[in-house]
């Protein structure tokens, strides 16, 4: 998963979360939504599905660059438990149960 960014005055703006499966690629645009969290949201809503319980998602500069970005609108979605070696985020632990009463767990490498 990476997201790409560009500058309105002195704020960094997402306009583009992007992510790959295995399989296919999933493209989320700002041209497509009302406004960066909501795009956001969406894609990150896109992969808390059964299909990706208990896989591991990697993110492009996570640890340095998008968690700015993320750790807020996951909050928002699932329970986040940090992993921290050294004083550095190292993964993120994500629990969600679903509508229908099964847990999924994702687990993002940074």
Known sequence: MDIETYMEGDTLVPFLICYYDGINSYVYGLWDYPNPESMILDCLS???????????????????????????????????????????????????????????QLEIVI
């Open 46 to 104: 896109s992969i808390f599905i059964r299909k990706y319980n208990n896989y591991r998602v990697y993110f492009h500069n996570m640890a340095k660059f998008d968690i700015i970005f993320l750790l807020k609108y996951l909050v928002k979605l699932v329970e986040v438990n940090p992993i921290i070696i050294m004083g550095k985020l190292y993964k993120l632990i994500l629990n969600m149960v679903l509508i229908t009463n099964i847990k999924l």
